[in-house]
């Protein structure tokens, strides 16, 4: 027991953090929690009178004969109370089914309440290996689209439209719900209402290809104002270059291999086959959470993408030294 002690911790670290089941820090997540709970409890109260029916049988036997077949007995007068409590445990067992579906049917109508009236409007489209998100407007020109990151205003309910372009995913944040699939042909939708501020992980739980441990995306739940600010800095076309160095990324990056795939608003690039850039440095990572978003990490990204994560769909494009200084300098300035 002595040695099994420090290892406690440890365990207990998994209960808690950025990318947690046990989190609760959205309302799905919770509802989730309360009925792991009531699941917990009446199951293991069986599993313990289970164990209690089985520790009383072994005494009540009398032993065994020398040639190993049971004693040979006269009916005995217990056998009308255990008839009694078979039939106790029958009606017992049918009051645990009972009242587990009752709570599931209720955590069910508390989900479908708080969906009623999502206020967020997110559409998520899955792709080896990242994930594009496209907020939606009251009008046209109010929606924008970005990646691997979704911000949520925290206690408003966000409708998420689940799609997939390619294989079967699933989008799974812990913390705030459960997981959904995403389908190829077919539309899903999941509802996330967060109830605390904060940075969250999320993660495509479906096996789907060589990056599937590198396809996550971050979550951050923060006040409604905050989100405002941020949406509208979303909205905002991205800043104009201001020197040599950056004008000359700018160049490149819209003019040559990158707006092929790209999308930069209010740029000559306009690709849709990687992610959009437009504010790609006020991300908080870079490959769908292979890399934090520094500096150096840019600089790898970009020279040799491959390397950092192979079999993705960017290809190494083979820039000279002053051509990858250009376009990390440039790609820096898209907040």
Not at 7 to 18: S, V
Request: proline share 6%; net charge neutral.
């Amino acid at each position: 027991m002595k040695r099994a002690a420090p290892l406690l911790p440890t365990l207990l670290a998994g209960c808690n953090g950025i990318q947690t089941m046990t989190g609760g820090q959205g309302l799905e997540s919770q509802g989730f929690n309360g009925l792991f709970t009531v699941f917990n409890v009446v199951t293991g109260l069986f599993f313990l009178l289970v164990l209690a029916g089985l520790a009383a049988a072994i005494l009540r036997r009398r032993g065994s004969r020398g040639d190993g077949m049971a004693d040979e007995r006269a009916v005995d007068p217990r056998d009308g109370a255990l008839t009694k409590l078979l039939v106790g445990w029958v009606v017992l067992v049918g009051l645990g089914l009972a009242l587990l579906t009752i709570f599931s049917w209720l955590g069910d109508r508390r989900a479908v309440a708080a969906s009623a009236d999502p206020l967020v409007d997110i559409t998520v489209t899955a792709r080896q290996w990242w994930w594009q998100v496209d907020y939606g407007g009251v009008q046209a020109n109010q929606g924008f689209t970005t990646a691997n990151e979704i911000h949520l205003p925290v206690g408003v309910p966000a409708r998420i439209t689940l799609r997939s372009n390619d294989v079967i995913h699933s989008f799974w944040i812990p913390n705030l719900a459960g997981k959904q699939d995403l389908i190829p042909g077919r539309q899903n939708d999941i509802i996330v209402t967060p109830t605390a501020v904060g940075r969250y992980r999320g993660q495509c739980a479906e096996y789907c290809g060589l990056q599937h441990a590198h396809m996550a995306f971050d979550v951050i739940v923060e006040s409604r104002e905050d989100f405002a600010r941020w949406r509208m800095a979303q909205l905002a076309p991205p800043p104009a270059p201001d020197n040599p160095l950056r004008q000359a990324g700018y160049n490149y990056v819209t003019t040559r291999e990158c707006a092929s795939c790209h999308n930069i608003n209010g740029t000559n690039a306009s690709g849709r086959i990687g992610p959009d850039l437009t504010h790609v440095a006020s991300r908080l990572t870079i490959g769908a959470g292979t890399y934090p978003m520094t500096r150096g990490h840019l600089y790898g990204w970009v020279a040799d993408p491959q390397s950092a994560k192979p079999g993705n769909q960017m290809p190494v494009v083979g820039l000279d030294p002053n051509e990858l200084h250009a376009v990390v300098a440039y790609l820096e300035t898209l907040r």
